[in-house]
Nanobody
């Protein structure tokens, strides 16, 4: 059974940094993609970043380019999202997910497995 567990969320002031972690178990990674999504109150869930587990190729939403960095540790089976220069608009529940295919997909329906989410709150 595939399990994803996020951690690292919290409260931070605007301009600060946080690093989210996503520990994954129960699947052979191969060339699968892993992604981060976020959902703010009253809004739909949106793509944030994706990494292909085997190639390391990445893609980012325009709103986080240059501020967020996605990475993975193949030994620890853990994915990370380093978030710098945080803005109040980044406030959301952040979810990690693993895709059913390779490449670098950016749509939620391409990800069958999800974590429970971790809250990130950025104060102004």
């Amino acid at each position: 059974q595939v399990q994803l567990v996020e951690s690292g969320g919290g409260l931070v002031q605007a301009g600060g940094s946080l690093r989210l972690s996503c520990a994954i178990s129960g699947r052979a990674f191969g060339s699968y993609a892993m992604g981060w999504f976020r959902q703010a109150p009253g809004k739909e869930r949106n793509f944030v970043a994706v990494i292909n587990w085997s190639t390391g190729r990445t893609n980012y939403a325009d709103s986080v380019k240059g501020r967020f960095t996605i990475s993975r540790d193949n030994v620890k089976n853990t994915m990370y999202l380093q978030m710098n220069s945080l803005e109040p608009e980044d406030t959301a529940v952040y979810y990690c997910a693993t895709a059913s295919s390779g490449g670098i997909p950016t749509y939620g329906y391409q990800y069958p497995y999800w974590g429970q989410g971790t809250q990130v709150t950025v104060s102004s």
